[in-house]
């Protein structure tokens, strides 16, 4: 492929104290495609996301945005350059409406001034639009967001990361704990937002959820990464026997 990837990670090392979570790490993110992440717990996944997402520096190794060399401040600071992730653990207030959550940081407002106040209607209209754009059918954007199903929540999330701009979205175990068709559900939005052009990683240790979706694929065992394939080198045997 031409062009420099979205997001890239270049042997990347982090050390939590004397425990090393991190080993020479590389990872590629391009428009378009998924690219996989397994591993087992504490094979180092989840510090890399945090690194990817601005949480943590790198002690050694560089990040590159659209081939620019660059080092995240902070979470704040990756979302600004379109690095947008949604954690396993959704940061979301369960007695508030679906569109009150969906718009929580970044609400339309009315008015000049100190007198601005909440746009509700329009704020309703963005997170209807931005959930059909996604093909994500809720029954009622009023309802509690705490009433939707796991996969339901998470393809909120997706949603939203996607209408907030992200070029790269981080997913850390979306259908983590989901039964068979919320976990279809959300592959199948993870796939649309493939398909919309953004380029996404996908955090998961499920190599069967990771095949229907992914087509680059990164095991990591120990803070190493010991396998890395594109889609086209393996099958869905192989992709479950590298685990």
């Known amino acids: 492929m031409t062009g420099a990837p979205l997001l890239e990670a270049r042997g990347i090392g982090k050390s939590h104290g004397g425990v090393v979570a991190l080993r020479d790490v590389s990872v590629v993110v391009r428009a378009g495609e998924v690219t996989c992440v397994l591993g087992d717990n504490g094979a180092g996944k989840s510090t890399l996301i945090k690194v990817l997402a601005g949480?943590?520096?790198?002690?050694?190794?560089?990040?590159?945005?659209?081939?620019?060399?660059?080092?995240?401040?902070?979470?704040?600071e990756a979302l600004d350059r379109g690095i947008a992730t949604v954690h396993q653990d959704l940061a979301v207030v369960p007695l508030m409406s679906v569109w009150r959550n969906f718009?929580?940081?970044?609400?339309?407002?009315?008015?000049?001034?100190?007198?601005?106040?909440?746009?509700?209607?329009?704020?309703?209209?963005?997170?209807r639009s931005a959930l059909a754009a996604l093909g994500v059918d809720l029954r009622d954007v009023e309802q509690p967001v705490g009433t939707l199903s796991g996969g339901e929540r998470q393809?909120?999330?997706?949603?939203?990361?996607?209408?907030?701009?992200?070029?790269?979205?981080?997913?850390?175990?979306?259908?983590?704990?989901?039964?068979v068709k919320q976990a279809g559900l959300v592959l199948r939005h993870v796939a649309r937002a493939r398909d919309r052009g953004l380029g996404v990683v996908l955090i998961t240790h499920n190599p069967q959820h990771a095949y229907s979706v992914g087509d680059r694929f990164l095991l990591l065992e120990r803070g190493r990464v010991v396998s890395s394939h594109m889609k086209s080198g393996i099958g869905p045997v192989g992709s479950a026997a590298g685990m």
């Open 103 to 127: 718009v929580l940081g970044s609400e339309p407002t009315r008015g000049f001034g100190p007198l601005r106040l909440l746009d509700r209607r329009r704020a309703r209209e963005v997170t």
């Open 155 to 179: 393809c909120v999330a997706i949603a939203r990361a996607v209408h907030l701009g992200a070029k790269v979205l981080i997913l850390d175990e979306p259908t983590a704990a989901l039964g």
């Open 55 to 76: 949480v943590h520096r790198p002690d050694r190794g560089v990040l590159l945005v659209a081939g620019e060399e660059t080092r995240f401040a902070s979470p704040r």
